[in-house]
C-alpha cells in the first residue's frame, strides 16, 4: 500500500502549485506587495488554523497567526478579518489541514529572504524544530495506515481545501472574497 503521505503529496500537488503561482505574484522586497502578502496569509491561517484548535487526534503544533498580529502591527496594519473556511466532522481532513498549514513553514524560510531587510518576518521565520517535519509525516502516515483509504481521502479533500483557500485569501480584496 502507497503511504498515506505519498498520496496526499501526489493528490494536493497541483492545488500547491496553483497556490504557489498565485503568491509568486507578491514582491516581497517591496513594503505595500509583502503588507498585502502578510495580509492574504492571515485572512487564511487565522481561517484554517480556527478549525483545528479543539482537534485533539492532531499532533501538537504551533500556531502562527499571532507572528502575523506581530508583523502585520510593525507595518501599521490591523488583523484582518479571517475568510470562511467550512470545518468538517472528519478528521482526516484536519489532518491535512494541518499539512499544508505546516508545510508553509517550509516555504516561508525559503522566502523570508526575498523580503526586504527592514520588514518584520516573525512569521515567514517560524520554521520547524530539527525532525519536526519529519514527524509530521510520520504521524500522517501512520495515522493513514491505522484509519485507512477514507481517512486518507479526507486528508486529501483538507488539504486541498486549504489550498484553496490560500488562494482565495490572494485575490484583492473584494474580488468574490466572503468575510
Given at each position: 500500500m502507497t503511504s498515506a503521505v505519498?498520496?496526499?503529496?501526489?493528490?494536493?500537488?497541483p492545488f500547491h502549485d496553483l497556490t504557489d503561482?498565485?503568491?509568486?505574484?507578491f514582491?516581497?522586497?517591496?513594503?505595500r506587495d509583502y503588507t498585502a502578502f502578510l495580509l492574504a496569509h492571515a485572512r487564511a491561517t487565522r481561517a484554517a488554523e480556527a478549525v483545528l484548535h479543539d482537534d485533539e487526534t492532531l499532533p501538537t503544533w504551533r500556531p502562527r497567526?499571532?507572528?502575523?498580529?506581530?508583523?502585520?502591527?510593525?507595518?501599521?496594519?490591523?488583523?484582518?478579518?479571517?475568510?470562511?473556511?467550512?470545518d468538517s466532522a472528519d478528521e482526516g481532513w484536519r489532518w491535512g489541514v494541518l499539512y499544508v498549514l505546516e508545510g508553509s513553514r517550509l516555504g516561508g524560510a525559503v522566502l523570508v529572504s526575498s523580503a526586504d531587510?527592514?520588514?518584520?518576518?516573525?512569521?515567514?521565520?517560524?520554521?520547524h524544530a530539527k525532525g519536526e517535519w519529519r514527524t509530521?509525516?510520520?504521524?500522517?502516515?501512520?495515522?493513514?495506515?491505522v484509519r485507512g483509504p477514507a481517512w486518507i481521502d479526507g486528508?486529501?479533500?483538507?488539504?486541498?481545501?486549504?489550498?484553496?483557500?490560500?488562494?482565495r485569501a490572494a485575490k484583492p480584496l473584494g474580488a468574490g472574497q466572503d468575510g
Open positions: 505519498v498520496r496526499l503529496r501526489a493528490a494536493t500537488r503561482t498565485e503568491y509568486s505574484s514582491d516581497l522586497s517591496d513594503r497567526a499571532p507572528l502575523l498580529a506581530d508583523d502585520l502591527d510593525k507595518l501599521g496594519c490591523a488583523m484582518p478579518a479571517p475568510l470562511v473556511f467550512e531587510r527592514d520588514a518584520p518576518v516573525a512569521f515567514l521565520s517560524a520554521r509530521l509525516l510520520a504521524a500522517i502516515d501512520a495515522r493513514g495506515a486528508a486529501i479533500a483538507g488539504a486541498s481545501a486549504c489550498f484553496q483557500l490560500y488562494r
